[in-house]
């Protein structure tokens, strides 16, 4: 048990299974937790199933030890996985007993890993309890049914050389496991901009959410590579990611970014239902790393059901197995002292054992793994048992980030100036910093660690670097930066080291491209900067971080407890590492060095009515070096995207009336990237707006929440489900907005359901959004009102009511809101765009019933958005008398074959301040023109015969003709065949 544990296990329960005394048994590392004996158990149904990974002891450990040392130093290349295999996995012959064992047993599903480091299996709580000699109990930890091992767990001594570990029996560090997103505050974009006093420069410093293009200054990538020839990658779990991928395109679209290829590897299969919680989680991983790099050459998700250490095992496992991604992010983590063991392996770790072999696997490929060092300051995230901390759990670090072959990124609040360069960073006050209870220091770090503590202890310290993670103060009630990203469609902020981590992992990129990924571990190269390696000695390129701290440690000169060495100078640390010998090898030309390719793209339509069917192919497009083009990236201009490696893209269907910018970008495989190449396809027909029920702008993936701020009240009252914008003909001056949830048969008090939207050309200062909203904070029955949301530097959303509503606002009890403004109020006109459009249902405090003070102070519940603005058409376009005319007149209704005539369109009508723009001929011959601006089409009739002319009309808004305009011609001569 961890030394820190003073809980006793509820009984030893070896005598009590069936067959224990007739087997001599060893113990063996797994998630034994220590429950109190306030709390109360019962046996886990013996029928529940478990999903289970058997860890197995690696071969010539001391060898392995010394290769990886050797790694370290820069005298031996990285293995390749085959060698590695071959080398130090676990032969046949010791992965056979194992498997016939758990088959003798009754488990199912049974399959050894690529590398025979792990097997898995599928059995029932009663297979699991005869197989390691243990009881399984059920209770309740932080709220929520959790089961683990009441006591030891082994294994039948003659495993006891081969099993190194078990998981999968309990799930109790799942639940316990603290992701940094839950602190997701909903800072749209921009709005969190505020000035702070003067830096000593004369620069202001500024709290803002922070773009990928404001991080790239802030840290200085300057005319550095891009990450465009690095594969990177990302553990994740619970969902299909679909949303989470959505996310990511529209935040490419946003912020002008590639789009990149993107694959998921499922590891273990998708739950049902799917967990979509953590997709805030996964949205900040891949867009933090992703936007910081600017372009990689692809993007693995290695995805699991859960966050449990078994389906994780595999996840990690995986990623050495495949051995494609250079560097992957783990923004997760659970408290170091919860990993229960009396027993090191032979890699020197407690606990921890199978993680660290994987994690050692792929050092010794030549692969970094990145992981957050915690959102807990010095202490860790506490498990909880009925709502009662676990005594004895004093300053602690959380693993994997913790381990010592693992790189472990603290938090630091960033500050900028206006033009976003970079003034300072304060050690983030939330940031996981420590030393180990249970991991040895590796060499690379022995040395400052036994300096900086004057300790002969030789544990693990964290964390290595540190990057930006959130405000300054509790809760982030204070200065710094978030990161802007996107969530469930929605601009959101976030903070914490799940911000950190990602950072690092987006630089890390941008270096190992230069060097065409000839770089290893990222942890020792690192702290092979710091050439003295002495008290306050900094590691070259490194920003060191002087000033704050995280509870217990203070930040200061050089490597300390709260940062590490600090964050990335981007181009400083590539000097630095050229000026160290980690110079690109002799043929490698960095993406940034490497010819653009030439994007080219044909489409079959550049005008046509919805829906209208458009095929792209971009095969013309072409490489001056004659290089392989690797990706097409296409975005069809209605927040809809292709990413593929083959040119001839997918037809897309226009649904949405209006002009659209069609944007295709191609990589070649030198991670150079083409200029994008924009065409435009205007859509004609009735505007969405003015359909029933509005343009459908935003919906909400099922059981998607952005973050966990606030409680699901459970009566569907905060569940969202669409938001729609109308501009009825019938409402003239009137804008419409829908919110949908899932009922609302009883209004629950103290809730605010609003709709966000900014204008796009807003004059500054912008800080805040629009908004509507019904609130039921502010008395017995809802209110309705608008007004402007502004975030203050706490990152707290705050409303300041401007007016009523339209009295025609009501909601339904089926969950159906109805908000109707006036356009006047925020001086609306027709052409005027709305952006940041986005849906939330929040828990509020009232309003200032003046109206002068923004008072009311709340929490998300759920929000989605939408990825494309809304453009306003005007009421009267929405009335069915606003389509133009079209008429039709011929040079000649009659003639002997062949006989040319020449229609005109000229004398078509337009609605009052429209103007017709578009025309369509049918000639009735079974051959037309496509859409035109011109008013005239010639035809030459060839065969006699009688034949309806016919004319189509749009305005410039869009809108077609109600009817065509039809001409008869008569044809003499010869009859057609």
Same mark, same amino acid.
């Given at each position: 048990?961890? #030394? ?78 085959? !060698? ?44 699991? !309890? ?34 190194? $570990? ?11 496991? #603290? ?89 273990? +299969? ?110 860790c995230g506490v498990l909880v048992n009925l709502a009662t901390p676990?005594?004895?759990? +004093? ?137 003295? !390696? ?19 440690y203070a930040a200061g000169p050089g490597w300390d407890y709260t ?199 807003? +004059? ?187 004319? $189509? ?25």
């Open positions: 048990m961890p #030394k820190n544990a003073v809980l006793a296990f509820l009984c030893s329960v070896t005598s009590l299974i069936p067959g224990a005394l007739a087997q001599s048994w060893v113990p063996v590392p797994a998630k034994t937790l220590s429950v109190s004996s306030t709390v109360a158990t019962t046996p886990a149904p013996a029928n529940q199933t478990l999903s289970i990974v058997v860890g197995l002891r690696l071969q010539n450990v001391s060898s392995l030890q010394a290769f990886l040392q050797a790694l370290r130093g820069g005298k031996s290349t990285p293995l390749t996985h085959a !060698q590695f295999v071959s080398e130090y996995s676990p032969t046949a012959s010791q992965v056979q007993p194992v498997v016939d064992y758990l088959t003798s047993i009754g488990f199912s599903n049974i399959q050894v890993s690529e590398d025979n480091l792990l097997v898995s299996a599928q059995g029932t709580v009663a297979q699991a !309890q005869q197989a390691f000699n243990t009881s399984i109990v059920d209770f309740t930890l932080s709220g929520k049914p959790a089961y683990a091992p009441a006591g030891p767990v082994m294994v039948p001594s003659s495993l006891g050389n081969i099993v190194l $570990q078990v998981a999968g029996l309990s799930n109790a560090t799942e639940i316990g496991r #603290k992701l940094s997103a839950s602190q997701n505050l909903q800072i749209m974009g921009r709005s969190s901009t505020f000035t702070m006093n003067p830096s000593a420069g004369g620069a202001d410093l500024s709290i803002a959410g922070l773009t990928p293009g404001d991080l790239r200054t802030a840290y200085d990538a300057g005319i550095t590579s891009t990450g465009g020839n690095t594969v990177v990658a990302v553990v994740s779990a619970g969902s299909d990611l679909q949303q989470v991928i959505s996310d990511l395109r529209q935040f490419e679209l946003e912020n002008q970014l590639p789009l990149i290829p993107v694959e998921v590897h499922q590891v273990v +299969p998708v739950p049902n239902p799917q967990d979509n919680s953590g997709d805030g989680e996964w949205d900040l991983d891949s867009e933090s790393i992703t936007g910081l790099a600017y372009n990689v050459k692809k993007l693995i998700f290695y995805n699991t059901a859960s966050l449990n250490d078994s389906d994780l095992l595999l996840a990690n496992d995986a990623f050495a197995t495949e051995n494609i991604a250079k560097v992957g992010n783990m923004s997760y983590g659970g408290c170091e002292d919860t990993e229960d063991s009396t027993l090191k392996d032979e890699l020197g770790s407690v606990g921890t054992n199978v993680f660290d072999e994987v994690f050692a696997e792929a050092v010794a490929q030549g692969q970094t793994w990145s992981a957050s060092s915690g959102d807990a300051g010095a202490a676990d005594q004895g759990v +004093p300053s602690s670090v959380e693993y994997p980030a913790s381990s010592p072959e693992v790189l472990a990124v603290g938090g630091t609040s960033l500050f900028v100036n206006s033009t976003y360069n970079y003034v300072t960073e304060l050690a983030w006050d939330a940031g996981g910093g420590g030393t180990s209870n249970l991991e040895p220091a590796p060499t690379w770090q022995f040395n400052d660690q036994a300096v900086l503590t004057g300790s002969a202890a030789g544990l693990r310290a964290v964390p290595d670097i540190s990057m930006a993670a959130g405000p300054e103060g509790a809760a982030g009630a204070g200065v710094g930066t978030y990161a802007a990203v996107v969530v469930n469609g929605a601009d959101a902020g976030v903070l914490g080291t799940s911000w950190s981590s990602p950072l690092n992992v987006g630089a890390w990129a941008r270096l190992e491209s230069a060097r065409c990924n000839n770089l290893a571990f990222e942890a020792p190269i690192i702290y092979g900067l710091d050439t003295t !390696q002495q008290p306050g000695s900094s590691a070259t390129g490194f920003h060191d971080v002087l000033l704050g701290g995280n509870g217990e940062t590490g060495y600090g964050s990335f100078d981007i181009a400083f640390v590539d000097a630095a590492l050229n000026s160290a010998g980690y110079t690109a090898p002799a043929g490698c030309v960095p993406p940034n060095l490497v010819p653009a390719p030439k994007a080219a793209l044909a489409m079959t339509n550049a005008v046509g009515v919805a829906p209208l069917a458009v095929t792209f192919d971009a095969s013309g497009s072409s490489d001056p070096a004659g290089r392989a083009l690797t990706n097409f990236g296409l975005d069809y201009g209605d927040g809809s995207v292709a990413v593929q490696a083959i040119p001839r893209l997918p037809s897309h269907t226009y649904t949405t009336t209006g002009t659209h910018t069609v944007s295709l970008q191609v990589t070649n495989s030198g991670g150079a990237l083409s200029a994008p190449l924009s065409k435009t396809i205007t859509v004609l027909g009735t505007p969405p707006g003015c359909a029933a029920g509005g343009d459908v702008l935003i919906q909400a993936t099922p059981g998607q929440f952005s973050g966990t701020q606030g409680q699901d009240i459970g009566n569907g009252t905060d569940v969202v489900q669409y938001g729609s914008i109308a501009e009825p003909a019938n409402m003239p001056g009137e804008l419409v907005f829908t919110i949908k949830v899932n009922n609302l048969s009883t209004v629950q008090p103290g809730f605010r359901w609003m709709f966000f939207f900014d204008v796009a050309g807003r +004059p500054a200062p912008n800080t805040g959004y629009y908004y509507v909203a019904m609130v039921s904070s502010d008395g017995p029955s809802p209110v309705f009102n608008y007004g402007y949301r502004t975030v203050n530097a706490g990152g707290f959303g705050q409303f300041q009511v401007l007016g009523s509503l339209n009295a025609a606002s009501t909601y339904d009890p089926d969950g159906t809101i109805t908000l109707v403004l006036d356009k006047s109020a925020f001086g609306l006109a027709t052409g005027n765009q709305l952006t940041h459009l986005d849906v939330e249902t929040r828990t509020s405090a009232p309003d200032d019933l003046t109206g002068t003070t923004s008072a009311g102070v709340g929490l998300t519940q759920e929000s989605a958005g939408a990825a494309v603005p809304y453009t306003l058409v005007g009421n009267a376009t929405c009335s069915s008398t606003a389509a133009p005319v079209a008429h039709l007149s011929a040079s000649a209704t009659q003639g002997k074959a062949p006989l040319a005539v020449t229609l005109s369109g000229s004398s078509s009508l337009a609605a009052s301040g429209a103007n017709v723009t578009y025309y369509q001929f049918t000639f009735g011959d079974g051959t037309s023109t496509a859409w035109q601006t011109s008013a005239t089409a010639q035809h030459t009739y060839s065969a006699a015969g009688t034949y309806t002319a016919s004319l $189509q009309v749009a305005d410039n808004r869009g809108l077609v003709s109600s009817s065509a305009s039809n001409v008869t011609i008569a044809i003499t001569g010869k009859p057609a065949r």
